[in-house]
């Protein structure tokens, strides 16, 4: 089992910034892919980017390619997501996931952490 611990979001102004962490416990993740998805009120979870564990690869959403960047510290068992000018549509839960397959599709992850609210102020 892994358990997923998200951290870092609150409110910021449009055009700001927000760092998000993601701490994985009970099982190292290094061989995983660790993905960032959002959920707005009303809308599906939505992929927003993803990294393997070589850390060789990177994957953006379109809607935050440029903007937005994901990294991970496997020694920590940590990842992040570093997220720049940001934009009242950014404003969502913010979902840590892992898993052995990944990708953009959110059934191939296999651990979900419970979320963290990021809200952005027009």
């Known amino acids: 089992q892994v358990q997923l611990v998200e951290s870092g979001g609150g409110l910021v102004q449009a055009g700001g910034s927000l760092g998000l962490s993601c701490v994985a416990s009970?099982?190292?993740?290094?061989?995983?892919?660790m993905g960032w998805f959002r959920q707005a009120p009303g809308k599906d979870r939505e992929f927003v980017s993803a990294?393997?564990?070589?850390?060789?690869?990177?994957y953006y959403a379109d809607s935050v390619k440029g903007r937005f960047t994901i990294s991970r510290d496997n020694a920590k068992n940590t990842v992040y997501l570093q997220m720049n000018s940001l934009k009242p549509e950014d404003t969502a839960v913010y979902y840590c996931?892992?898993?052995?397959?990944?990708?953009?599709?959110?059934?191939?992850?296999?651990?979900w952490g419970q979320g963290t609210q990021v809200t952005v102020s027009s």
């Open positions: 009970g099982r190292t993740v290094s061989r995983y892919v």
């Open positions: 996931a892992a898993g052995l397959v990944g990708g953009l599709d959110r059934v191939k992850y296999d651990y």
């Open positions: 990294i393997t564990w070589s850390v060789d690869s990177t």
